[in-house]
């Protein structure tokens, strides 16, 4: 087995909102472990608003977790000493969900880039300059732009810096906050294919968050999907995607549309509001809006239950109907007409 | 002496969203023309100082250049004062003093002030609360009173006066960068230096620090101006500088009894100088703020 | 709603920067017609912002239009006095920008931003604005929505401050929204009910200009596509004609390419 790069165990982040006197406590995570090995891409996919960002950002401890331990290459990641946290970043980087504001407004993209290969691995200048130039060159940029500063580019050319400069130490593990999301499709497909070869290279391992169901299809070997703070379902990404068990995961596979004129996919509806993660009482987190409910899913809130290799799902309804048919979201020609 | 007594602080500009976002239509090329004018203005000064260490027209110091009260004229520029002293040589000289304790007083406030308030609003904890609690007694007494109160304490001197100004001054610098570091520690670039390698110390003064700069330097200005005029006013008052050295405040003292009288020239001409001088520390920081944005610069 | 048609023609301009000029938009023309969503896709850097703020006059100061027009219901909005501009941005054409955070201001709550927003165009008091802006809120499927609007920004996900701004430009009922690319960061299930909102307001008459790079969301709710590349319109077509029958070879390469991605999915 190869060897884990990230690991977190019984993460729980708990934000404090409202005004004075009237505290609620808002889960925004809540229990998740996930695990990711070097050379291995895991997506992590989910509503939006789950926690996915928080996540990621209790991984590499910007915020600290209410509970919960994170390893980075069998290290436990610690908020102090601060000296090595830093040090711990220069294995685990992240690529952040807003390209605009995680680029320092008054750096050009020549020192945004400097910065970390300055600073992690002490680089003189001149091997510096070797590097972004061919930084910028990797990621599909030219070398104009290196004297730009972020306001001067586009959305899609500021997310290409921010992938740039998470893979300018060559670390371990890169947690990637929707790194392709303003991206049109050819380089997006660039860029998948750059992670990938990057990938191969140095064995990184790859935390993926993304709403494209698309390129978790193509770069992702396992999947995680949270709901409202927890992880719902995981599994390798071709058995979540042939047979997805848990009533979200089918929900959200079924919604994708499809880039083809004319074809309509047989949506799963959720029903009713999409709850609040303030003061949820212990249930699934799905009742309410799940067309598949029975009074037993208001009593706890269901646990991971296997129901395949390496595939666990969160709903006892699902999980005991062992001869359940294969339910792929399959499109269907429909002509012209919605479903 | 109530204006001096309250330091404005409408600096305090929202944080403009970064990048791409809706950018409000602003105004063209006057960012940079009143840079321009308010280096001019102040490389006059410069000027007038570096001039006044070698030549003046008349020994500033010495009685009886010229006849006592006579107005400006084509010998005595200014006119000259009660003992006949030349008042122009009186001005020119006072630049430097004048000048000096400005920059350095201002110098010291944004230097310090800074500092302290990245620290505060960065680490926040014990540091803010013992950096803010001392703040708020400091704020409780107008800023003149208290420069004066101190000055007496401390006794008179240049280098006194300068340490009380900036004394004075910082608590607003402080205030101002705390609050910017505290509405941007959570913004992502922040995260994403840390990320990059950067120290906490590093992200608060390499990263958050110069994203901050607007409102600092554009109070400089106003600080600046208002140190000007208090310099003037300590020395109007007769506390600070030593009696003797050529002041433009102590100047607009001794003139003032000549302003209902007829002899307007002796407060009239170091009063147009301080104002000057304030003018120009004015365009310069509001040029400076323009310029030293990358987003504003083109 | 009255449906207000959009004619962008032969808009061109180009960036001052210390190097010189650099050409972005050259001879951009389209049309978006009321009751419809129009969909802009295309390259990274083509240009699709940057038209979407010269339709508002909001570009940055250093983009300069050489010419074109941006006809709403005939009337030159490039040639408007700023007076005139100010109360048709917002009222009549409104935008939802891509950055949604950074468009957001960081020191205020969300609702209030809504609020003033709304209060800007309409004779309305405090207390009306802001439970419009709760509203709005809860129409774009932000769950707790008279709560979240007591929140700052920073306390919101991506995907929520997504969704914020669009209820932002909603809000004073405009015959024109520009939207760039509204649902990225979006959940495909929360996605689809922004679709379908946009849908239902376009069939109530809203003229809905689309910015994105998801041709799944082009193929489902879209009737015609501008396809941009290198700061020029290549193709402009009905979505059923670009999805069946591309003619330039850049849109072939663009269908291509996302059939790539899904690739196995099918
Ligand atoms: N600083 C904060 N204070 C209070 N609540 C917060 C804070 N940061 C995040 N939250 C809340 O935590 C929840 C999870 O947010 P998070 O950003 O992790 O979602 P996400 O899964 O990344 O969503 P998206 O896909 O929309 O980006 C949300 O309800 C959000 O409002
Ligand atoms: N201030 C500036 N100075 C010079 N060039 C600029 C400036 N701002 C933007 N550009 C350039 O203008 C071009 C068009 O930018 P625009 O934001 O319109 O692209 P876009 O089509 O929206 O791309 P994306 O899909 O990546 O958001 C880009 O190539 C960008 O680099
Ligand atoms: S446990 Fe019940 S409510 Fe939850 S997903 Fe399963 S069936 Fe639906
Ligand atoms: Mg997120
Ligand atoms: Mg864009």
Redesign the pocket.
């Given at each position: 087995m190869t060897a884990i790069v990230l690991s977190a165990s019984g993460l729980r982040?708990h934000?404090r909102?409202g005004a004075l006197g009237d505290h609620r406590t808002?889960v925004?995570?809540d229990d998740v472990d996930l695990e990711v090995r070097a050379g291995e891409t895991v997506a992590l996919v989910?509503?939006?608003?789950?926690?996915?960002?928080?996540?990621?950002?209790c991984l590499v401890h910007l915020?600290e977790p209410t509970a919960g331990e994170v390893r980075v290459a069998g290290e436990p990641v610690r908020a102090r000493p601060v000296a090595a946290l830093t040090r711990v970043y220069r294995d685990v980087q992240m690529v952040f969900?807003d390209p605009n504001s995680s680029l320092d407004p008054r750096m050009t993209v020549r020192a945004l880039l400097a910065e970390p290969l300055r600073l992690h691995l002490r680089l003189r200048r001149r091997e510096r300059d070797d590097r972004v130039r061919e930084l910028v060159e990797m990621v599909g940029l030219r070398t104009d732009h290196l004297d730009r500063y972020p306001h001067q580019l586009s959305g899609g050319q500021r997310q290409r810096v921010g992938i740039a400069r998470a893979l300018a130490v060559r670390p371990r593990v890169v947690i990637l906050?929707?790194p392709t999301s303003s991206l049109d499709v050819s380089v997006r497909g660039q860029i998948l294919d750059l992670l990938a070869r990057v990938q191969r290279e140095l064995r990184i391992g790859y935390l993926f968050?993304t709403?494209d169901l698309a390129v978790v299809r193509r770069v992702a070997h396992r999947v995680l999907v949270?709901y409202l703070?927890g992880i719902v379902e995981q599994g390798p990404t071709g058995a979540v995607f042939a047979r997805p068990v848990h009533p979200y995961t089918r929900a959200l596979l079924s919604a994708a549309p499809v880039p083809e004129w004319g074809v309509r996919r047989e949506r799963f509806h959720l029903t009713g509001e999409i709850p609040?993660?303030v003061d949820l009482p212990d249930q699934c987190r799905l009742v309410g809006r799940c067309p598949l409910a029975v009074p037993a899913c208001a009593h706890a809130r269901p646990p991971l239950v296997p129901v395949g290799p390496g595939h666990a799902a969160a709903c006892p309804v699902e999980t005991s109907e062992p001869t359940a048919p294969p339910r792929g979201p399959g499109a269907v020609r429909a002509g012209a007409a919605p479903d | 002496m109530t204006l001096l007594d309250k330091q404005p602080s409408t600096v305090e500009a929202a944080p403009a969203p970064v990048g791409a976002g809706p950018r409000p239509a602003r105004r063209r090329g006057g960012g940079s023309l009143s840079l321009r004018v308010g280096l001019a203005l102040l490389g006059l000064y410069l000027l007038a100082a570096a001039a006044s260490a070698v030549w003046t027209p008349y020994d500033p110091r010495e009685v009886g250049a010229g006849e006592p009260y006579s107005p400006p004229d084509g010998s005595h520029w200014f006119g000259t004062d009660r003992l006949g002293t030349d008042v122009f040589s009186q001005v020119l000289a006072a630049t430097r003093l004048d000048l000096g304790i400005t920059v350095a007083a201002v110098a010291l406030a944004l230097t310090v002030g800074a500092f302290l308030g990245t620290v505060a609003g960065y680490y926040r904890g014990v540091a803010d609360g013992v950096i803010m609690r001392t703040l708020e007694v400091l704020q409780a007494f107008p800023t003149l009173l208290l420069a004066m109160l101190i000055v007496q304490a401390v006794g008179p001197g240049t280098w006194n006066v300068i340490a009380v100004l900036a004394f004075v001054g910082l608590p607003e610098y402080l205030r101002l960068a705390r609050a910017e570091i505290l509405s941007k520690r959570?913004w992502q670039f922040a995260e994403a230096a840390r990320l990059a390698g950067c120290r906490p110390w590093r992200v608060a003064f390499g990263h958050l620090l110069p994203n901050s700069t607007g409102p600092l330097l554009a109070y400089t200005s106003i600080n600046a101006a208002w140190v000007v005029l208090v310099t003037s006013s300590l020395g109007f008052l007769g506390v600070g500088i030593r009696p003797g050295e050529p002041e433009w405040g102590s100047m607009i003292s001794r003139g003032q009894s000549g302003i209902t009288s007829g002899e307007w020239w002796i407060s009239l001409f170091p009063g147009l100088a301080v104002l000057g001088l304030a003018a120009a520390f004015y365009l310069l920081g509001d040029g400076l703020n323009d310029a030293a944005d990358p987003r504003r610069r083109r | 709603m009255s449906g207000a048609s959009l004619r962008v023609e032969g808009l061109t301009g180009h960036f001052r920067t210390r190097r010189g000029a650099v050409p972005v938009l050259d001879d951009v023309s389209f049309t978006a017609r009321a009751g419809q969503v129009t969909a802009i896709v295309g390259e990274t850097g083509s240009g699709k912002s940057l038209t979407a703020l010269s339709i508002l006059r909001i570009a940055p100061p250093e983009f300069v239009v050489e010419r074109g027009r941006v006809l709403l219901d005939e009337v030159d909005l490039l040639t408007l006095p700023e007076r005139r501009m100010r109360a048709v941005r917002g009222a009549r054409v409104s935008m939802v920008f891509q950055d949604a955070r950074a468009a957001l201001n960081p020191v205020l709550p969300v609702g209030r931003q809504l609020a003033d927003v709304c209060r800007l165009h309409r004779p309305v008091n405090r207390r009306d604005a802001e439970k419009a802006a709760v509203e709005a809120l809860a129409a774009v499927q932000i769950p707790d929505a008279a709560r979240?609007a007591r929140?700052y920004p920073?306390?919101?996900?991506?995907?929520?401050a997504?969704r914020a701004l669009i209820a932002m430009a909603l809000i004073c009922e405009p015959e024109v929204v520009v939207f760039d690319e509204p649902t990225t960061?979006?959940?495909v299930t929360i996605q689809a009910e922004i679709m379908a909102l946009i849908g239902t307001l376009t069939a109530g008459g809203l003229t809905a200009l689309l910015i994105t790079h998801d041709l799944g969301v082009v193929a489902e709710t879209c009737a015609a596509v501008v396809v941009m590349r290198d700061g020029r319109v290549v193709e402009e077509a009905s979505t059923e004609d670009v999805f069946t029958r591309p003619r330039h070879p850049y849109t072939a390469e663009l269908l291509a390419a996302s059939r790539l991605v899904e690739g196995s999915l099918a």
């Open positions: 982040k934000y909102i808002l925004a995570v989910g509503e939006s608003g789950s926690g996915k960002s928080t996540v990621a950002r915020v969900q906050d929707e968050i709403h949270m703070g609040s993660p | 959570g | 979240r929140q920073h306390e919101f996900s991506g995907g929520m997504q960061g979006l959940d």
